[in-house]
């Protein structure tokens, strides 16, 4: 439960459909709010919230999903989803390559495998390991696939992660890899928000719901035990036990020959992690770096990227570096570290990778990618070399295939307009081949990509991409779509986007991608410049590219329309609220609204670093400057804007749209909502659900755009 994987997580976005579930445990309810009309409508499976979601949900339908040009655009994002020309994204497990793959004749997917030789292949052939579609038949369950993790070094034994709808929260069961059965009377944990880790073929670590008390204020686990197979889970024996406070516990064993060791980590919060060495006497041993670090332990090799300027043995290394040590050394108490990067202001680090013998980097400068191979050497002298540059204004990511075994990477290299390419090779062997092609999903040689800046309300340079048709005449006039996240430290890099060609850019529509503060486009410190106080640093930057492209005459309020999901909900909700202005439709997408209450629905403890405690007075004082639930006005002209959630959301929740629709609604304003009872998060349990919401998305927005 890495933290960058964490935020990843977080950011999924969106769509989803039909059928209700219990829903997970959330935390306590924080007191009443008198001033709240719409406290009813937080009962997430009430038969009175539900009608009243259905009555939403048919309004809606009714007024931009039943005609023609929907359902024509429903059904050309639908073939984009389900098309086998896609390229089937692998991971190396044992011999193996696996791929988790829906398409129409399997909506809720295929988990299956092919060796190397076979991917190389235009059409592979493919073993399936799981068919959902029959398992889900068979079993009566709506299951949503939520990966497996596999011992090695044999690789035999799995366990496998199902979702009822879609939810965070799944089942785990053991499944035998090499008959393709589930384990009869193997480990099995009940549906529940789980972390579980392999320890060896009789033992894992298990942090789960255990009962009573043993969740934290964010609705994770907050003990982790050691189960021992055949035993009763109650009879597992606590490794750590964490606070009620804190935002999770887990633990893991490193299998990695040679070097096996036990680690627990605790977050403390979403930005603050202690991480314990285990020895075989149970003792912890905390890895003494600062809590807000992320660290990574590979082979001999301790890697640490300070989130803060960190000093240590009379040295500053600089917030959003990269440095290296051995780790038994720095566990003995010794300080000798190498710098193996080090951020400018136009150059961070967007992740890193080992293959047997090299570490790869990942690098962004002002968003545009680089990949960076390092060796490790004695005394600290890495050789470092560039892996190759990505065309301009795109994105090039290369992963290590096997950190065990070889020295093999994948690289995926792909723009708004270039379709991505999936490349093989091995590092210090030649030149990589080309393995894959995505198709072209719609015709990209009459849009053109372009990079801009706009400046800030501070005075900071905030880069956007824009892809607009060639032909664009900056008159004003041209519907323009401009999407945003700006939270987690998460970067929007250039993407291939089917549905963004098919749906905004043949009609003739602008699309616009802003890297607002909040996001990780140049490392840790573009984050924390919009956290908790800072917050409205990124819905200024947000309205500074509006604004910019208002003033190029690209387009104009009328025209200009914005979109967000999770922490780019919460974005749209500020944008409506503060800058009605600028736009003339908004889409939020499973967000985040109400932030007086957000610690207590679903798992919003667990973000408080990122935004702020409302229950402290004096940090309400700031949050409820950007709480747009808290900041509608009767007499303020507002966009029409659509709200879009999930009843299966158990991260945000359903209630934060649910609550900010029927306010809108009640003060008169042109406020629209739907919300699929399937998806989790993301909003849609398979490709038919998700091909609505996003056609519902662009069809509402183009509507009113146009």
Partial sequence: MHRRWIALAFALTFCGMTQAYDTPKTPPAAPADTNDENLWLEDIDGAKPLDWVKTQNTRTISKYAESQDFKALDARILEVLDSDAKIPVVSKIGDHFYNFWRDKEHPKGLWRRTTLAEYRKDKPAWETVID??????????????????????????????????????????????????????????????????????????????????????????????????????????????????????????????????????????????????????????????????????????LLIEPRTAWTVGGTTY?????????????????????VLFTPDAHTSMAGHSWTRHHLILNLMHDVVSEVRILTPAAKGNWKSEVLSGAPALSTMQAVGVDADDSDAYFLTVTGYLQPTTLYYGVLGQGDREALKHSPSFFDASKFAVSQHFATSKDGTKVPYFEIAPKAMKADGTNPTLVYGYGGFEIPLQPMYSAGVGRAWLEKGGVYVVANIRGGGEYGPAW???????????????????????????????????????????????????????????????????????????????????????????EEWKYIQTFSPYHNLHKGTKYPPVLFTTSTRDDRVGPVHARKMAARMQAMGFDASFYENIEGGHGAAADNKQSAFMNALAYTYLWEHLK
């Avoid at 009879?235 to 680690?263: C, H, L, N, Q």
């Fill in 527 to 617: 984050h924390q410049a919009a956290l908790k106080a800072n917050r409205p640093r990124a819905y200024e930057d947000f309205a500074a590219v509006s604004q910019d492209l208002i003033d190029r005459k690209i387009t104009s309020p009328k025209h200009l329309g914005m979109m967000g999901g999770s922490n780019g909900g919460l974005l749209a909700g500020n944008m409506l609220t503060k800058y009605p202005q600028l736009y003339g439709a908004v889409v939020s997408q499973v967000a985040l609204l109400d932030m007086k209450r957000y610690p207590h629905m679903s798992a919003g403890a667990s973000w408080m670093a990122e935004y702020g405690d409302p229950d402290k007075p």
């Fill in 132 to 301: 959902l579609d029959a398992l889900a038949a068979s079993e009566k369950e709506n299951w949503v696939w939520h990966g497996a993790q596999c011992l090695k070094p044999d690789y035999r034994r799995c366990l496998v992660s199902l979702s009822r709808g879609g939810a965070d929260a799944d089942v785990v069961r053991e499944f035998d890899l090499s008959n393709k059965t589930f384990v009869k009377d193997g480990f099995t944990l009940p549906e529940a928000k789980t972390l579980v880790a392999w320890i060896d073929d009789d033992h894992l670590f298990v942090a789960t719901d255990f009962g009573p008390g043993s969740m934290t204020d964010s609705s994770y686990a907050r003990i982790v035990k050691e189960w021992k197979r055949g035993t009763p889970l109650s009879s597992a024996k606590t490794v750590y036990e964490g606070k009620k406070t804190d935002m999770s516990i887990w633990a893991f064993r490193d299998r990695t020959p040679g070097y096996e060791r036990d680690f627990v980590s605790r977050a403390l919060e979403f930005y603050s992690t202690e991480t314990f060495l285990r020895g075989k006497d149970g003792k912890l041993t905390k890895i003494d770096v600062p809590s807000d670090a992320e660290t990574d332990v590979e082979r001999e090799w």
């Fill in 318 to 338: 600089p917030s959003g570096s990269l440095l290296a040590a051995n780790f038994d050394d720095f566990m003995a108490g010794k300080r000798e570290i190498t």
